[in-house]
T-cell receptor
Framework: KQEVTQIPAALSVPEGENLVLNCSFT??????LQWFRQDPGKGLTSLLL???SQREQTSGRLNASLDKSSGRSTLYIAASQPGDSATYLC???????????WGAGTKLIIKP | NAGVTQTPKFQVLKTGQSMTLQCAQD?????MYWYRQDPGMGLRLIYY???????DKGEVPNGYNVSRLNKREFSLRLESAAPSQTSVYFC???????????FGQGTRLTVV
């Protein structure tokens, strides 16, 4: 059974730092992996999508990588800002039946 | 373009009452999903519909039923609500293949 784990569960850093959020999955047979941001009491906003054939995707200050062989994805945030404070979730399509499975998220706090 | 729309946004039920959560997407997506989100447990898949006319159980289907009414709409029914079903419910959709998932804004359900 595929499981997605995100470590750490919470992270607090000063503004301006570069940081990495981690996502690991138990089965390398993953079709795609997506990173979302969730603000308190709100829905989920898609940040980046990586197909299984890709190694990384970039959008502005965000860079997501995928290493299927090690079962890991990382989200790199450059020059963090207080507006980046949110919970970040990773997950994706894990089988041929189109199930989408997600981690519990990393709660990120950027201190001004 | 509304994306994924869920109704209602908030609901309070008494134990034993029934209700249906509605979800509609206007992106012509084939696959639709229902999740519940509880503190510390992330998004858990309740049911999904890979395509119109099909539905399958996810990780936590007990106490729920679903109907894929047409390609646009996927409803979740609680026949006899229990306090353990207090949660935030999210609907999501994707196109066939390894494409981006989109989420609704969520329904906050409290069962007293």
């Amino acid at each position: 059974k595929q499981e997605v784990t995100q470590i750490p569960a919470a992270l607090s850093v000063p503004e301006g730092e570069n940081l990495v959020l981690n996502c690991s999955f138990t089965d390398s047979a993953i079709y795609n992996l997506q990173w979302f941001r969730q603000d308190p009491g709100k829905g989920l906003t898609s940040l980046l999508l990586i197909q299984s054939s890709q190694r990384e995707q970039t959008s502005g200050r965000l860079n997501a990588s995928l290493d299927k062989s090690s079962g890991r994805s990382t989200l790199y945030i450059a020059a963090s800002q207080p507006g980046d404070s949110a919970t970040y979730l990773c997950g994706g399509r894990v089988d041929s039946n189109y199930q989408l499975i997600w981690g519990a998220g990393t709660k990120l706090i950027i201190k001004p | 373009n509304a994306g994924v729309t869920q109704t209602p946004k908030f609901q309070v039920l008494k134990t034993g009452q029934s209700m249906t959560l509605q979800c509609a997407q206007d992106m012509n997506h084939n696959s639709m999903y229902w999740y519940r989100q509880d503190p510390g447990m992330g998004l858990r898949l309740i049911y999904y519909s890979a395509s119109e006319g099909t539905t399958d159980k996810g990780e936590v289907p007990n106490g729920y039923n679903v109907s894929r009414l047409n390609k646009r709409e996927f409803s979740l029914r609680l026949e006899s609500a229990a306090p353990s079903q207090t949660s935030v419910y999210f609907c999501a959709s994707t196109q066939v293949g390894n494409t981006e998932a989109f989420f609704g804004q969520g329904t906050r359900l409290t069962v007293v």
